[in-house]
């Protein structure tokens, strides 16, 4: 693009045409106090703070709306841009309540930040001011709209970015007011993030209310694990207790959102907690409750009654990459072989790395001009990742077809069909959307994780790869073949080898060890009469089923590694203490190999971080990812008719965290299941 050279406060830039006078100041470093811009929002121009005095022009121009123009000169603190946002500041107050001291934006509230730096100390306004209802848009959105200052950002993020355009500013002048058209409820899953872009305290979070205040929270840098896209948050806790969960920056993976799962399942970790060990009792056939030692002492006895592959080990979706390589050598050490971390029932091969990851990269959905969606629902499996699709769709008109369940994913697209033959049918096409593939030089496949979750998830595998080595996805600089995968635990997993050497029947083994495992696929197969000994943080599926519970940790109670669905690896600290006698994972499995003789060799993270990247060096590379080099994978074969499926039927329900959420078990009743009185109004 075209550059030009604009002097802003004496000091000269040069920026590309198109850049309004805000941002280049920015580029220079000066602040220009704003409320209704935001950078990833089209501009508003409502909110008139960011006025500044641009030489020729008659008045005060807003700058977030004017584009910067060749030798333009523009001042940002003459004596008539103070007079002019002193102004601004005093009409905006007219008809704001003085809620300050209850209001739970307070300390975090660009208003008060900035009426501070640039309003008056004094009101000369003693008329009455005006009120609006307050509107009840769901579980999770406190509304208090007399505090609104009509600034749009809710409006625009719900037209814009989630693609549910529910908000919307009614009436004119002094009469104007943000609210539904319908009273109904704010149905995404993006619905959070209006909170955090709301510059007062009109929408606030309505279970976060009268908790805390901002200057009361210890703030911990942490991984999400609801998904596989590794979203980076912040865990802000008081006294030992988790209160908030909010989103970190991260361009290459969340930018600066946060789905609803991630944001308000964080009450889940103070509900159905298992915090002390379990053993059962042979005689009543009930779980009583253990000492550390008399737990470690029956598993030890446990583990060499059944020796080698008559035990079985699975790692279950939310378990941290040094706990299942602590339970790796533990098995190793044991001669049990088999190791499964594909909880789901996934067939796929793993042979190559860039068989089972997300190779363009999340951020890479940036560059892509065309994509095919095969066996998956990126807006519930990876709603950040569908922010980028729908960007992609809706604002550079990029086309999208899906294969598999059909589904609203807030964008238009193409849907070619339910199962993977309506994908063979694609390959042996020359028209149509292949056609707009074979054409497009940075297409792009996202197979999702439901794909493989069937009998001939290797055959799916291999027609996945057929098409992008079809449809010209692999070029020197760009990989258009992508795996989403929904598990946290997963890419980690698979990358260290929790995998069995030769596939074995769990029904078959004597004695079977669950780390972090509830699902229905596992549990289901397990022999009545087989020992099980439960490893996790929640009293859920497995804990039922076990034998032997040992507590473990959540994943804000233990630092520990993922790995995301790119195959990143990212490091979340930990936050709080686990309750009760729980302990980190890894410690529980260090303490329990020395019960069994086989003592493992590492005494703290660090010693276990060492032995970690040492046999798998990607673990080194913290935040970035590794090379993953193209080579055969996948099994040719019969594909089946039957329609491809997703791994998550609930978007807030999808593991032991979320279904103990009081918030998110509210939620799926109000906009999943229709109990929400005024959606049923609303329809």
Known sequence: MPKLTITINDSEIEVEAGTSILEAAKQLGIEIPHFCYHDRLSPAGNCRMCLVELEGAPKPVASCCMNAGDKMVVRTNSEK??????????????????????????????????????????????ESKRAVPNKDVGPLIKTIMTRCINC???????????????????????????????????????????????????????????????????????????????????????????????????????????????????????????DRPYVRNTETGKLEPASWEEAFTAAAEKLKTFKGDNIAAFAGDLADVESMIALKDLMHDMKCSNLECRVDGARFDTSSRAGYVFNSSIAGVDRADAVLIVGSNPRWEAALLNTRLRAAAVKRHVPVALIGKKVDLSYPYEYLGEGPRDLEKLLQSKSGFAKVLQDANTPMIIVGAGAFAREDG?????????????????????????????????????????????????????????????????????????????????????????????????????????MNTEGRPQMALKAVDPPGEAREDWKILRALSGYCKRTLRYDDLA??????????????????????????????????????KSPVEDFYLTNVITTSSPTMQECSKAFLHKEDPLAEAAE
């Open 607 to 644: 010693q276990l971080h060492k032995r970690l990247v040492a046999e798998f060096p990607q673990f080194d590379l913290m935040d970035e990812v590794a090379v993953a080099f193209w080579e055969g994978f996948g099994k040719a074969g019969e594909v089946s008719a039957a329609p491809f």
């Open 152 to 274: 749009t950002r809710c409006v625009r993020f719900g037209e814009e970015i989630a693609g549910t355009p529910v908000l919307g500013q009614m009436n004119r002048g002094e009469d104007a007011e943000i609210g539904t058209f319908i009273e109904t409820a704010v149905s995404t899953e993006l619905s959070g993030n209006l909170i955090d872009i709301c510059p007062v305290g009109a929408l606030t979070s309505r279970p976060f209310a009268f908790t805390a205040r901002p200057w009361e929270l210890e703030h911990t840098k942490s991984v999400d694990v609801h998904d596989g896209l590794g979203v980076n948050i912040r865990v802000d806790s008081r006294a030992g207790e988790v209160m908030r969960v909010q989103p970190r920056l991260n361009e290459n993976i969340n930018q600066e959102w946060l789905d609803d799962r991630a944001r308000f399942s964080c009450d889940g970790l103070k509900h159905k907690r298992l």
């Open 458 to 562: 290797e055959a799916v595998q291999a027609l996945a790869r057929c098409a992008a080595e079809t449809f010209g996805m692999l070029k020197e600089e760009w990989n258009g073949f992508n795996v989403l995968h929904h598990a946290a635990s997963r890419v980690g997993a698979i990358e260290i080898g929790f995998l069995p050497e030769k596939p074995f029947k769990t029904e078959e083994a004597g004695l079977v060890y669950l780390l972090n495992v509830d699902t229905p696929e596992v549990l289901g197969d397990i022999h009545p009469h087989s020992c099980v000994i439960y490893q996790g943080h929640h009293g859920d599926k497995g804990a039922a089923r076990a034998d032997i519970i040992f507590p473990g940790a959540a994943y804000t109670e233990k630092s520990g590694i993922y």
């Open 81 to 126: 841009v103070k007079k002019s946002r002193n102004g601004v500041m005093e009409l905006m107050l007219v008809n704001h309540p003085l809620d300050c001291p209850i209001c739970d934006q307070g300390g975090e509230c660009d208003l008060q930040d900035q009426a501070v730096a640039y309003g008056y100390d004094r009101s000369r306004y003693h």
